[in-house]
């Protein structure tokens, strides 16, 4: 095992690495009950979502772990579950089946564009100073989430502000809000948010303390004091109707489906529609692509799991020489292994960053996600009963350590001030990682033109920024 991970010379340990993973899990583990709810409004069925969501990580983070050596996890993800069904589907009127069907061929650009070397050359083409803004953008964005996912904010709106809705029978499915909404700090009157208060205090006075695994010590602890608090309630565990036979038996509905003549045998029959079906293609690669170099470089620099000479390697190795090679290749075929099962586009998750805090460092941190995924299927009841109060803090301090890049930006110097605020603050405030960079790309363009200094800008970065344009173009009329 240190031998194939290469322990000693990442600065780790067996056990570090265990606990990085199982810390990481714990962070993600959401995911295998947001991700069926979302979903399954489209038309798919629960259970085998829940199936499909777990393969889908089990075998992306596994090749993450083996083939890369690398501390990331992967599952289907947010944001991009939510353009599936909310865009996709209801939107634009395709089957679930057509939606899987677009997702597979995504995941075939995303291979084809890393095998040929294009998308490092997108990171290549980063410039140093945004390359620290998205770091510290995405200590922003991780930060958010867990004030967001421990319900620490709450948002109001009047009926004026709602601009467009999804109801279906009697019940809102979602809501488009307009700037009318207004963020406040929730009422701390109710065992939720006490334990999510008790959750932040433990696990900052565990990590300030640097008292080892504070951060899973953190969540299994706060999971139990859950319990005496009636946050955490036993009486919900349920092994029958979240049986792993059950996942399987509804697993057939959905393996394959983007193949079928309902998926991709029908997706291409409208010619009309063509346009609009590769438009969506782009709209889904765009984000899948943005969102996994944001998480690379956010957290593999400043930690150092990507090496100087990994970052050197960028423009000039062939085939698969370095961990970056490896680990841009392992994310591009996790989305095509995901639709053939039954799940949206499948990435690397910024939670990583969790058990990348916790220690981890090499490939041995990915396999535990693994495995801790594998068990999930029959342990789903269990995994539902930590809470988000017990995993949000653990996202809060996370993203706190990762501000630290923002000390290699000069603020005071507007050139740079402006596209790093918009690939930093902005990313966490719109909640998106890739628009976040999106945004920054497009005023470091912007700016650069602005100071006749054109020739700063690569091409690889005027060809993202159009495709960037056109891609919120084509959302807007869509």
């Not at 100087?308 to 680990?327: F, P, Q, W």
């Not at 999930?376 to 930590?386: E, N």
Request: with cysteine; hydrophobic share 55%.
């Amino acid at each position: 095992m240190e031998k194939f991970f290469k322990l000693k010379e990442n600065g780790t340990n067996v056990s570090t690495e265990l606990m990085a993973g199982v810390t990481t899990f714990f962070a993600m583990s959401y995911i295998l009950f947001v991700n069926p709810t979302i979903l399954s409004a489209a038309g798919m069925p629960f259970q085998a979502v829940f199936l499909a969501t777990i393969i889908a990580a089990i075998i992306g983070t596994l090749v993450m772990g083996l083939f890369a050596n690398v501390p990331y996890a992967q599952a289907p993800g947010m944001g991009l579950n939510a353009f599936f069904t909310y865009t996709v589907v209801f939107g634009l009127g395709y089957s679930w089946q057509q939606a899987l069907a677009m997702v597979f061929i995504c995941g075939l650009i995303n291979i084809f564009i890393t095998v040929t070397k294009i998308r490092k050359l997108i990171i290549r083409a980063i410039p140093e100073t945004m390359q620290h803004a998205i770091g510290g953008g995405i200590g922003i964005f991780v930060a958010y989430s867990g004030l967001k996912n421990a319900n620490l904010l709450t948002f109001s709106a009047d009926s004026d502000s709602v601009i467009d809705a999804t109801v279906e029978n009697g019940e809102i499915m979602s809501a488009d809000i307009n700037g009318g909404i207004v963020p406040a700090l929730s009422n701390f009157d109710n065992a939720p948010m006490l334990l999510a208060l008790i959750g932040l205090a433990l696990m900052t006075i565990l990590v300030v303390a640097n008292v080892r695994a504070a951060v899973l010590i953190g969540i299994v602890s706060t999971t139990i004091i859950g319990i005496f608090m009636g946050v955490v309630d036993l009486s919900t565990i349920d092994w029958q109707a979240n049986s792993l036979m059950q996942s399987i038996n509804e697993l057939g509905t959905t393996f394959g489906a983007a193949f079928g003549q309902e998926g991709m045998q029908s997706l291409f029959n409208d010619s009309a529609k063509i346009p609009q079906v590769i438009m969506t293609i782009i709209a889904f690669s765009l984000s899948d692509t943005f969102d996994t170099i944001g998480t690379f470089i956010g957290t593999g620099r400043r930690t150092g799991i990507f090496s100087k000479e990994d970052e050197d390697a960028l423009e000039d190795s062939k085939g698969m020489n370095t961990k970056m090679d490896r680990a841009l290749f392992a994310d591009a075929v996790a989305t095509s292994i995901g639709s053939v099962f039954g799940s949206s586009n499948t990435t690397t998750f910024v939670e990583s960053a969790a058990g990348i805090g916790a220690g981890g460092r090499t490939g041995l941190t990915s396999v535990t996600v693994a495995v801790m995924f594998a068990l999930s299927s029959l342990f789903s009841p269990l995994i539902a009963l930590v809470p988000a109060q017990a995993t949000a803090p653990a996202l809060v301090l996370v993203g706190i350590m990762m501000l630290s890049s923002f000390k290699d930006i000069d603020w005071t110097r507007l050139e740079d001030a402006v596209p790093a605020f918009f690939a930093s603050i902005f990313m966490g405030l719109c909640y998106s990682i890739s628009y976040g960079i999106a945004a920054g790309f497009i005023f470091y363009t912007i700016v650069k033109i602005v100071k006749g200094k054109t020739q700063e800008v690569s091409s690889i970065l005027w060809v993202i920024d159009l495709l960037f344009i056109l891609n919120f173009i084509i959302l807007a009329v869509l």
